[in-house]
T-cell receptor, first 115, second 115 residues
Framework: DQQVKQNSPSLSVQEGRISILNCDYT??????FLWYKKYPAEGPTFLIS?????DKNEDGRFTVFLNKSAKHLSLHIVPSQPGDSAVYFC??????????????FGTGTRLQVTL | DTGVSQNPRHKITKRGQNVTFRCDPI?????LYWYRQTLGQGPEFLTY????????KSRLLSDRFSAERPKGSFSTLEIQRTEQGDSAMYLC?????????????FGPGTRLTVT
């Protein structure tokens, strides 16, 4: 049962344009969402997060949008740069006071930014 | 370097052998997580420590797997009687409540190949 889904295995975008990566979730208990970037032979690197009390969070070129009613979030990268080429993972977690929140990951989207 | 470190980076072993991996978290982080990632999948949660206490284990963690975190510092993950299905990337992450509820920082991983 895939609780976090990234339905696009790959995406190719031209340098300077916008990259939009999508993620859907099914578990209503999830209320904290994160995006990680992963290069080959490295561990995932945290990019940006959003809690369910917000619908948008922005950090430089990266913006995450959350639509709770649709159980959908997206990561926008503007402008896209060749160094952004990597696999992007969406992750989700319930917020439980006093307990650690294990992350449930999607299967990833490979972003290729072309010149 | 103050990031999460993992050793070894690569391990090749024969089926039936025991292997042990080590993770050194970011020094001020009291939470430590182990994940496993197979090809084409996102990381899957295995187990979690808060200080030296192992507070949660996934059903993915069979009896052949054991994890420890003596003194609440580094952690080890041991796999006994390895099987070919154990071949994967084993990722360690750490976090601190002061840095956000679920913001976890990952190490580079240990790639295990069972022949």
């Amino acid at each position: 049962d895939q609780q976090v889904k990234q339905n696009s295995p790959s995406l190719s975008v031209q340098e300077g344009r916008i990259s939009i990566l999508n993620c859907d979730y099914t578990n209503s208990m999830f209320d904290y969402f994160l995006w990680y970037k992963k290069y080959p032979a490295e561990g995932p690197t945290f990019l940006i997060s959003i809690s369910s009390i917000k619908d948008k969070n922005e950090d430089g070129r990266f913006t995450v949008f959350l639509n709770k009613s649709a159980k959908h979030l997206s990561l926008h990268i503007v402008p896209s740069q060749p160094g952004d080429s990597a696999v992007y993972f969406c992750a989700a977690s319930p917020i439980n006071t006093g307990t650690a929140s294990k992350l449930t990951f999607g299967t990833g989207t490979r972003l290729q930014v072309t010149l | 370097d103050t990031g999460v470190s993992q050793n070894p980076r690569h391990k090749i072993t024969k089926r039936g052998q025991n292997v042990t991996f080590r993770c050194d978290p970011i020094s001020e982080h009291n939470r430590l997580y182990w994940y496993r990632q197979t090809l084409g999948q996102g990381p899957e949660f295995l187990t979690y420590f808060q200080n030296e206490a192992q507070l949660e284990k996934s059903r993915l963690l069979s009896d052949r797997f054991s994890a420890e975190r003596p003194k609440g510092s580094f952690s080890t993950l041991e796999i006994q009687r390895t099987e070919q299905g154990d071949s994967a990337m084993y990722l360690c992450a750490s976090s601190s409540p002061g840095q956000g509820i679920s913001e976890q920082y990952f190490g580079p991983g240990t790639r295990l190949t069972v022949t």
